[in-house]
């Protein structure tokens, strides 16, 4: 039979087959200001893709709290060369998890916010198109006019930073707005750039059982940072890990 990513819970506490809501219990978060948490799959040598790609060492068990953990967000933040990547487009989840947010006090879709410090998204595209609810694109006051023009066309955008995107004040701005609970999907440059701010709260690290070797970028990309890490959750789907670390 195919796996269908069954979960076992392995520390701090044990338990087997774990339900959704179960899965789900162990993500608590305090999110009085804000709460960002950020979600990556990694092989065991480090590599953050495989063939160029995220997707090529998920398995059933990480696509199933992948998918959970959009539940639990008010907004989805990813980088611009993730979305292009990965193929970003329409909705964050099914009919069964609009059900679910709905009924648990969440709006019945997640806002998607894409980081571009240059703009450079098709407004055209199914990011957009195909989107339930209104895209957020948050970029920076470098961008060309004309292309944010356009995207303000089916984007609300924010502009936080000169040359760079200002990440702490694009989460300010996110927060005004009600979206305090914030779901990072990546890419590297992403994560490192939230590690430099010193603005991430949660990481849930996915280890495939893999080797990749070549030459596939790490989880976090950017400046030297050391931000310190506690293990707060270990789960087990056959020879995968499902790690869940927060702030020290």
Known sequence: MADVGTIDALWPVQAAGLDDDAVLAGYEEDVRERWVRVNFVSS?????????????LSDA?????????RRVCDVVLVGAGTVRAE?????????????WRVAHGFA????????????????ASPLFTDAPVRPIVVTSAAAPRERTAALAEVADVITAGDGS????GALDALATDGL??????????LLGSLAEVDALDELCLTLSPVL??????????GAVTRLGLHLARVL?????????????
């Open 212 to 221: 990749a070797s070549g030459d596939g970028p790490r989880i976090a990309a």
């Open 165 to 168: 995107v200002d990440l702490a």
């Open 87 to 99: 193929g970003y487009s329409g909705e964050l989840g099914n009919a069964a998890d609009g059900r």
């Open 108 to 123: 019945e879709h997640p806002r998607l916010a894409v980081v571009t410090a240059s703009a450079g998204l098709d407004p």
């Open 236 to 248: 087990r789907s056959q020879d995968t890990l499902l790690l869940r670390y927060t702030r020290a």
């Open 44 to 56: 065991l040598d480090g590599s953050a893709t495989l063939d160029g790609r995220s997707g090529g």
């Open 61 to 69: 068990a990480d696509k199933r709290v992948f998918a959970l953990l």
């Open 180 to 189: 305090r609970r914030v779901h990072c999907e990546g890419g590297p440059h």
